[in-house]
């Protein structure tokens, strides 16, 4: 019944913006921190960015830090990531997901904390 849908990817060239979305289904994920993962062919999916469930607090891996930004709308179970100053190694699919933890305090960065993937969106971005 727990369903995710991430849309908004595509192709761009460097320099360019995306906002990608995610929006959830079947149940309601106000109490969990999201967080955006992105995995390029021949590599591991890495953490890009996650939420805390209180919506005060954000974590960026240092290679988006000051260019990505993400957020979330609880009353539309969706949450986002604009991404600007796109640069070719951004080139991936991109997959939301939520914390396996109810209403943790600090938001984790590794794979194994989350749960719920989606079906993931394609960015691309040409130089």
């Known amino acids: 019944q727990v369903q995710l849908v991430e849309s908004g990817g595509g192709l761009v060239q460097a320099g360019g913006s995306l906002r990608l979305s995610c929006a959830a289904s079947?149940?309601?994920?106000?109490?969990?921190?999201m967080a955006w993962f992105r995995q390029a062919p021949g590599k591991e999916r890495e953490f890009v960015a996650a939420?805390?469930?209180?919506?005060?607090?954000?974590t960026y891996t240092d290679s988006v830090k000051g260019r990505f930004t993400i957020s979330r709308d609880n009353a539309k179970n969706t949450v986002y990531l604009q991404m600007n100053s796109l640069k070719p190694e951004d080139t991936a699919v991109y997959y939301c997901?939520?914390?396996?933890?109810?209403?943790?305090?600090?938001?984790?960065?590794?794979?194994?904390?989350?749960?719920?993937w989606g079906q993931g969106t394609q960015v691309t971005v040409s130089s």
């Open positions: 079947g149940r309601s994920f106000s109490n969990y921190a």
């Open positions: 997901s939520v914390d396996r933890v109810f209403r943790r305090l600090v938001v984790v960065t590794t794979r194994t904390g989350y749960d719920y």
């Open positions: 939420i805390s469930w209180s919506d005060r607090s954000t």
